[in-house]
């Protein structure tokens, strides 16, 4: 073939299967760059693919440190990524379609795979509160602006740090659990709420560090360090799971400002990691089944399907053909992604 060939005019049918077959993300952002017709098709297909809000699992190897991979579940199919960006950095967790990462550089990598825009966050004014295998990281959107806010919590201290970009810095919240120790965190409705180690909910404040605690009925009495604060459906829910054994699930009732406990999941499906709980209200829609909690179980490097009424252990998914590694490389299925999501925060909101 020769070099000055002109490929672009292949018909669009044809493009938009070859579009499909690509399954590197960075083939496909190549793919876009050969010319104006190549680069139309790959704007349609891109954007049916960032549209849907079926869950991706986020996989490494410990071999090819370099690589990642997102498998879909119900596509059974792998999309994989080149990511030398992220080499030597520690994981801490998927947040508004982005990874973030840290590292011995003092700098938090931000960058989402799909779109491929990035970001650098410093944090050697805080240091010594970020041991990287426990840290978890929120990064949320200024409502109508271009800032961005990052909220970072450490899982040995309980150290609660708060960056904004409209100031440049960080803000300490919490030093070492005090005044309170923060386990989760999440956005619903533009406001951050957070959850303490005493099962108590409270509202985070951007403009000073503050968080008002609301007083609410009917708290559970149990392991705190166990639950995970989520949303869905504009619902604010907490989750506390210890496979085969404990499945509790409760919705926040803004109306009477108390916990109520339901007994099943119902039309809901939840997604758990280490690092987070997410949930669908119409996870049909996308693959899964309603009423199932699908858990992330690293060690066996497999999808575990849990019933959202008793906790049985429904199914075991081997996420296998996600990519060929050698037999030298573990797998690290490390947590949840879902792609179109895309936090925002009101300042004006929270005095």
Known sequence: MKE???????????LDIIS?????????FNFSAVCKEWRAVHKVYWRKFLESQSPLVV?????AKKLYSFYSIPEKQAY?????????LYYCGSSSGYLVMAG???????????TRKEKTVDFSSVREDFFYDTCRVLLAFAKDSNEFVVVALCGISFSLNVYQSRFSSWVPYAKRGKPWKVVDFVVLDNIIYALTDKVEIGVLSLNSTSLKLLELKNTPDVTPR?????HCDGKLLVVRFVPKRVLDVYRIDFATMSYVKLESLGELALFYSPFKCYALANPGEWGYESNRLYYINSKSAECEVYSGSDN????????????????????YWLDWCFRNLHDEVDYSLVE
């Open 4 to 14: 000055d060939m002109d490929i672009s005019p292949l018909d669009l049918d044809m």
């Open 20 to 28: 499909k077959k690509l399954l590197s993300f960075d083939d496909l």
């Open 59 to 63: 996989q490494t190897t410990s071999y």
């Open 80 to 88: 994989n990524s080149k990511m030398s960006y992220f080499w030597g």
């Open 104 to 114: 011995g550089n003092n700098k938090l990598q931000l960058m989402n795979p799909f």
């Open 226 to 230: 166990l639950f995970k604060l989520l």
């Open 312 to 331: 049985v252990l429904m199914e075991s998914i081997v996420l296998a053909g996600s990519r060929h590694v050698l037999h030298k490389s573990k797998p």
